[in-house]
């Protein structure tokens, strides 16, 4: 804090020292303009004849001697006021990097939601501040990704590793246990980790994607969500469930990885919480000045009260779903997070007949003007 204000000081010096001499030089480049025509004037004066350069009538004119200690004197009485009027204009400039100094420190301190907030008039300094502000917005994005992450980790980590402890405890317990009680327990233990395995890899992609975009990649909807298929098609064919594709180019601008993982978890909760022959209709389109990707699917009718709830950390629709053993209730969270990270739009609604259609709506081809 001491070495800042001291570096600010000898900025503030520096540039003080800068502006006086600017104003110096031109006080003097003021006289001499001045004084020289005047001494010119006075050689070229014939002697016996009166110089141009008094007055005559009310009192004594002022000769070239008198201009010239009047203009030392004037040299001298500026070398304070120069000096003064530097350092005064050069703390009025500073005054932008002393808020900077002075919230940095206080975000540094902890308080991690404080912005800079210069506002107007726009300079490089004000630029500054507002690449901060971006710059400390990430900063706390990044932050509140990490203790999210550790909190639902510790959380969701806590039952499967009790289970897993258990399991292996009765098996080793158990005197009478054969190989095939073994093979059984180690087996249990496996799944076990595999599920634990997926719920991390789901943690991992909910905290990258609250982190934000730090590429921004020039992609085609329609490629992502054909790609996605490929992987998808049998797991919807064995359920039964009917495919539906509208894919029209749909450029857009964006993290490729967090893209694709936002259509991944679309069409997985699409497929997963559908019913046996059910349907499942997919589409991309471009619309002015947007880009569209469109996903609906059949299944359980959802009350329209509880559609919002479904986009939050380990929130199901109902008990049955926590049965099944093959979600999490991450997938629509990390929708809404790689949504909300590439400042797009994302509007859900309940079908009349049973299931969701989610609509996620991207700026069309390039990075959005956004901070």
């Keep these: 804090m001491i070495s800042q204000r001291l570096a600010d000081r000898s900025l503030q010096t520096r540039l003080g020292l800068a502006y006086a001499a600017g104003i110096y030089a031109a006080g003097v480049f003021v006289l001499v303009m001045v004084a020289v025509p005047l001494a010119s004037i006075d050689a070229a004066v014939p002697k016996g004849r009166p110089s141009p350069s008094t007055v005559t009538g009310a009192g004594p004119g002022i000769g070239l001697p008198q201009l010239l200690i009047g203009s030392a004197v004037a040299l001298v ?43 107007e008039p726009t300079d490089e300094l004000t630029e500054l501040g507002h690449t901060l502000d971006g710059l400390f917005a990430r900063l706390q994005a990044s932050f509140d990704a990490q203790r999210h992450f550790v909190a639902n980790a510790s959380h969701e ?24 009680t073994l093979r059984s327990a180690c087996r249990e233990a496996l799944a076990l980790g595999a599920h ?28 992502v969500v054909e790609g996605v298929l490929a992987s998808r098609r049998d797991q919807a064919t ?36 559908n019913h046996e022959g059910g349907h499942l209709e997919i589409r991309t389109r471009t619309s002015g000045t947007h880009v569209a990707l469109t996903v609906t699917n059949t299944g359980p009718v959802i009350p329209g009260d509880q559609i919002q709830r479904l986009f939050q950390p380990f929130q199901k629709l109902a008990p049955d779903r926590h049965g099944r053993g093959d979600g999490y209730g991450l997938g629509l969270a990390i929708v809404h997070a ?34």
């Design 196 to 223: 634990q395995e997926r719920l991390v890899h789901a943690l991992l992609d909910l905290a990258t994607s609250e982190r934000g975009v730090t590429r921004w990649d020039t992609l085609d909807l329609a490629h």
């Design 338 to 371: 790689v949504t909300r990270a590439h400042h797009a739009t994302l509007i859900a609604g309940a079908r009349p007949g049973g299931g969701l259609s989610i609509t996620v709506r991207f700026a069309h081809g390039s990075r959005p003007n956004r901070p």
């Design 238 to 273: 064995q359920k039964g469930i009917g495919l539906a594709e509208h894919l029209s180019p749909a450029v857009t601008a964006g993290d490729a990885g967090l893209i694709e993982s936002l259509v991944t978890n679309l069409i997985d909760n699409a497929i997963r919480h």
């Design 77 to 119: 009485i500026l070398i304070p006021v120069a000096l003064a009027l530097g350092w005064f204009v050069a703390g009025r400039f500073l005054q932008p990097l002393r808020a900077i100094i002075a919230t940095a420190n206080v975000i540094c301190a902890g308080d991690l939601h404080r912005r800079l907030g210069l506002g």
């Design 157 to 180: 980590l806590r039952t499967p590793l009790a289970g897993l402890r258990t399991l292996l405890e009765v098996a080793l317990a158990d005197p009478d246990a054969d190989i095939g």
